[in-house]
């Protein structure tokens, strides 16, 4: 079983910053193949960051140069470091283990807005 617990979000004004982070506990073996997830309202939910299985991180088109993935292994965390915020980035943010899919923690909302 994994459990994933996320925090950091809140209001920004368009332009502001904020720091995401995941507390990951269960069956992780490490913090490759985690992800950001967001669901903005009345969409999809979309993969926004992950850290590949090699260690190396990717990220949507929507979020590429403004957003970055990192963890700390040995404290099982994984952060969103989110700059030059836009109102399109309004979301509930979700972290996932790839490994095992099927878990979602309750996600932590971002709200964009001036």
């Known amino acids: 079983q994994v459990q994933l617990v996320e925090s950091g979000g809140g209001l920004v004004q368009p332009g502001g910053s904020l720091r995401l982070s995941c507390a990951a506990s269960g069956r992780i073996f490490s913090i490759n193949n985690m992800a950001w997830y967001r669901q903005a309202p009345g969409k999809q939910r979309e993969l926004v960051a992950h850290i590949t299985s090699g260690g190396s991180t990717n990220y949507s088109n929507s979020v590429k140069g403004r957003f970055t993935i990192s963890g700390d292994n040995a404290k099982k965390m994984v952060y969103l470091q989110m700059n030059d915020l836009k109102p399109e980035d309004t979301a509930v943010y979700y972290c996932?283990?790839?490994?095992?899919?099927?878990?979602w923690g309750q996600g932590t909302k971002v709200t964009v807005s001036s």
């Open positions: 996932k283990y790839l490994i095992f899919p099927i878990y």
